[in-house]
T-cell receptor
Framework: LAKTTQPISMDSYEGQEVNITCSHN???????ITWYQQFPSQGPRFIIQGYKTKVTNEVASLFIPADRKSSTLSLPRVSLSDTAVYYCLVGEDSSASKIIFGSGTRLSIRP | EADIYQTPRYLVIGTGKKITLECSQTMGHDKMYWYQQDPGMELHLIHYSYGVNSTEKGDLSSESTVSRIRTEHFPLTLESARPSHTSQYLCASSPGASSYNEQFFGPGTRLTVL
């Protein structure tokens, strides 16, 4: 069971690039890395997913080094609306019971 | 936009009452999930289903039960509500074949048991 470790909180300012790193030392060969965003009183929302190297979509980029023991979510030019909790998940398909959201990183964006 | 619905959005009920939280999705997803989340705390998976007539308990022990008689419907029931059940309950679904696929979450039901 791949456990993840993320910073509890981060602060940044509008217009900055924010990088949130997640450690997953016990990641298994078949595990994918997935990031979700959650606003207060709402359900999480999928941001991005990757297996290795780099993945980019219209919202974020995900960087995964060769050993896959960590990953970094990169949010370009953040705005106040990016204030949320960000969760890093590691897992594969064999059992939904292994889905663990963890504590997440509480990101606060200031003007 | 994901089409997953939860009702009621808010529920305040007395101890000992039986309640059912409804969750429906119109995307035809095989996999559905129930999570429990206290304010500012982690999400915990309490139930999941891989398809009709398939239900499993998640990592967090829960006194609730679920059923999956139809693909689109995954209700959660508490036979006798207690104050310790006060929490937010989030329902999610994902396409079949792989849990790699993203989960789509409903808006949640905030339950308060007095």
């Amino acid at each position: 069971l791949a456990k993840t470790t993320q910073p509890i909180s981060m602060d940044s300012y509008e217009g900055q690039e924010v990088n949130i790193t997640c450690s997953h030392n016990n990641i298994a060969t078949n595990d994918y890395i997935t990031w979700y965003q959650q606003f207060p009183s709402q359900g999480p929302r999928f941001i991005i997913q990757g297996y290795k190297t780099k993945v980019t979509n219209e919202v974020a980029s995900l960087f995964i080094p060769a050993d896959r023991k960590s990953s970094t979510l990169s949010l370009p030019r953040v705005s106040l609306s990016d204030t949320a909790v960000y969760y890093c998940l590691v897992g594969e398909d064999s059992s939904a019971s292994k889905i663990i959201f963890g504590s997440g990183t509480r990101l606060s964006i200031r003007p | 936009e994901a089409d997953i619905y939860q009702t009621p959005r808010y529920l305040v009920i007395g101890t000992g009452k039986k309640i059912t939280l409804e969750c429906s999705q119109t995307m035809g997803h095989d996999k559905m999930y129930w999570y429990q989340q206290d304010p500012g705390m982690e999400l915990h998976l309490i139930h999941y289903s891989y398809g009709v007539n398939s239900t499993e308990k998640g990592d967090l022990s829960s006194e609730s039960t679920v059923s999956r008689i139809r693909t689109e419907h995954f209700p959660l029931t508490l036979e006798s509500a207690r104050p310790s059940h006060t929490s937010q309950y989030l329902c999610a679904s994902s396409p079949g074949a792989s849990s790699y696929n993203e989960q789509f979450f409903g808006p949640g039901t905030r339950l308060t048991v007095l």
